[in-house]
């Protein structure tokens, strides 16, 4: 089976039906912006958000979809007592089998998997299992079910594009053959040295260490380059963010340790590249706007335009490169070894960090708590055997209960 198969793609002779998880967030948002510069290519089937119930009213007022799925009861109630005040045809769900009834829908088949945090990965799965072509902007469906997820897309024959803007400028930039099959690819083969992931490191590049553990959340969400949500934008800042996507790319192109790089580039117009063993480094380029590489996973293997300005070189100015240091993002190293140290640990270091980020937000630990608790979680919570779904959940559960007992016992 070829994880990103170009086969699979067809001449559209009809609108692609598509469900958006996660739309009222900022991948979800930039998702219905390409969409709505296409009207005539996608049919918006489904659209979930967590609780924001004004911002979902705004989308189905404007797109219409056949339903909108809520988190909670109270969420949905609001939603469909509004949309009935308009007459909208739109039906509202609830909780987590709506999600992934939505998700598997025999009518749908792309879906935007979008939802942060571990919540996304039983919608996400659901779409795997059922064939669909996936977008992928979740994370942590990879982070903490790794080797299953990939065998559930082998298994179904569904189709996985990377919407990460790093991913997505990997998977752009290596070769027809590796992307046809780069689940199973052996770099070697195709003449790839490593590929090399590029990260801003946010706000706090330049702080100096001994104000680190004292940065606010205002500071720590104030990403110099990306407009994103509070959460993706703390991981920017202790750099967890680029552990996940050093733990997806694992994955994603079936690579080995020696074969991922992680490289500062504060300016985030170089998205990522791919080194190749004559000296070639082939890049790719562009506005740090998350349109593009949406854009591109929703047209594959066309390209559609994103509302993505072009990149005007005149201007640009300087492009810098340097190192992570682990004394600056001791996160960045806990996923890097995590990765490679087997499944339960990066199950634990995903649920860990969830519980220690909403801390940090609501003041509970200071910044420089995020990765000592996520280290404490590691050291003294089970690290089972992965072989299941199930397991994965128990194991994300279990860190979740030892990282909220260290929080209020106050370690």
């Given at each position: 089976?070829?994880?990103?198969?170009?086969?699979?793609?067809?001449?559209?002779?009809?609108?692609?039906?598509?469900?958006?998880?996660?739309?009222?967030?900022?991948?979800?948002?930039?998702?219905?912006?390409?969409?709505?510069?296409?009207?005539?290519?996608?049919?918006?089937?489904?659209?979930?958000?967590?609780?924001?119930?004004?911002?979902?009213?705004?989308?189905?007022?404007?797109?219409?979809?056949?339903?909108?799925?809520?988190?909670?009861?109270?969420?949905?109630?609001?939603?469909?007592?509004?949309?009935?005040?308009?007459?909208?045809?739109?039906?509202?769900?609830?909780?987590?089998?709506?999600?992934?009834?939505?998700?598997?829908?025999?009518?749908?088949?792309?879906?935007?998997?979008?939802?942060?945090?571990?919540?996304?990965?039983?919608?996400?799965?659901?779409?795997?299992?059922?064939?669909?072509r996936v977008l992928l902007a979740n994370k942590?469906?990879?982070?903490?079910?790794?080797?299953?997820?990939?065998?559930?897309?082998?298994?179904?024959?569904?189709?996985?594009?990377?919407?990460?803007?790093?991913?997505?400028?990997?998977?752009?930039?290596?070769?027809?053959?590796?992307?046809?099959?780069?689940?199973?690819?052996?770099?070697?083969?195709?003449?790839?040295?490593?590929?090399?992931?590029?990260?801003?490191?946010?706000?706090?590049?330049?702080?100096?260490?001994?104000?680190?553990?004292?940065?606010?959340?205002?500071?720590?969400?104030?990403?110099?380059?990306?407009?994103?949500?509070?959460?993706?934008?703390?991981?920017?800042?202790?750099?967890?963010?680029?552990?996940?996507?050093?733990?997806?790319?694992?994955?994603?192109?079936?690579?080995?340790?020696?074969?991922?790089?992680?490289?500062?580039?504060?300016?985030?117009?170089?998205?990522?590249?791919?080194?190749?063993?004559?000296?070639?480094?082939?890049?790719?380029?562009?506005?740090?706007?998350?349109?593009?590489?949406?854009?591109?996973?929703?047209?594959?293997?066309?390209?559609?335009?994103?509302?993505?300005?072009?990149?005007?070189f005149t201007t640009l100015g300087a492009l810098t490169f340097?190192?992570?240091?682990?004394?600056?993002?001791?996160?960045?190293?806990?996923?890097?070894?995590?990765?490679?140290?087997?499944?339960?640990?990066?199950?634990?270091?995903?649920?860990?960090?969830?519980?220690?980020?909403?801390?940090?937000?609501?003041?509970?630990?200071?910044?420089?708590?995020?990765?000592?608790?996520?280290?404490?979680?590691?050291?003294?919570?089970?690290?089972?055997?992965?072989?299941?779904?199930?397991?994965?959940?128990?194991?994300?559960?279990?860190?979740?209960?030892?990282?909220?007992?260290?929080?209020?016992?106050?370690?």
């Open positions: 089976m070829s994880l990103f198969n170009v086969e699979q793609a067809r001449v559209k002779t009809k609108p692609s039906v598509i469900t958006v998880l996660g739309a009222t967030g900022s991948i979800g948002l930039n998702t219905l912006d390409v969409i709505a510069r296409h009207p005539d290519d996608f049919d918006l089937f489904a659209v979930t958000a967590h609780s924001r119930v004004t911002e979902m009213l705004a989308i189905c007022k404007r797109f219409t979809p056949r339903y909108a799925v809520m988190g909670s009861a109270d969420a949905a109630s609001s939603l469909k007592q509004r949309l009935q005040e308009l007459k909208s045809p739109t039906e509202v769900l609830f909780g987590e089998a709506a999600l992934v009834e939505v998700s598997q829908a025999s009518e749908v088949d792309t879906v935007m998997a979008a939802i942060v945090g571990a919540a996304g990965l039983l919608p996400t799965l659901a779409a795997v299992k059922t064939g669909k942590e469906a990879l982070v903490m079910s790794g080797q299953l997820f990939i065998d559930a897309v082998r298994q179904s024959n569904a189709q996985l594009l990377p919407v990460d803007s790093e991913h997505n400028a990997i998977f752009q930039a290596l070769p027809a053959a590796v992307q046809h099959n780069s689940v199973s690819a052996n770099f070697a083969e195709h003449g790839i040295s490593k590929i090399l992931l590029t990260g801003s490191g946010g706000p706090f590049r330049e702080t100096p260490l001994d104000q680190l553990a004292t940065q606010t959340p205002e500071a720590a969400c104030a990403h110099p380059n990306w407009d994103m949500g509070q959460k993706i934008s703390v991981d920017s800042a202790t750099m967890l963010n680029k552990g996940l996507e050093y733990i997806e790319a694992r994955w994603l192109f079936n690579c080995q340790r020696e074969q991922i790089e992680v490289v500062l580039h504060p300016q985030s117009v170089i998205h990522s590249m791919v080194q190749y063993v004559d000296g070639s480094v082939i890049a790719q380029l562009g506005e740090p706007d998350m349109r593009t590489p949406i854009a591109y996973c929703l047209g594959y293997p066309e390209r559609l335009a994103s509302g993505v300005r072009n990149l005007d340097g190192q992570a240091e682990a004394a600056r993002y001791p996160c960045l190293q806990l996923a890097i070894d995590a990765c490679w140290q087997g499944q339960a640990a990066t199950t634990t270091l995903n649920a860990a960090n969830e519980v220690a980020v909403a801390a940090f937000l609501q003041g509970r630990i200071p910044f420089g708590g995020i990765a000592k608790l996520c280290e404490k979680v590691l050291t003294s919570a089970e690290l089972p055997a992965i072989t299941s779904i199930d397991a994965v959940l128990d194991c994300d559960a279990n860190a979740r209960r030892v990282a909220q007992t260290l929080i209020a016992r106050g370690q």
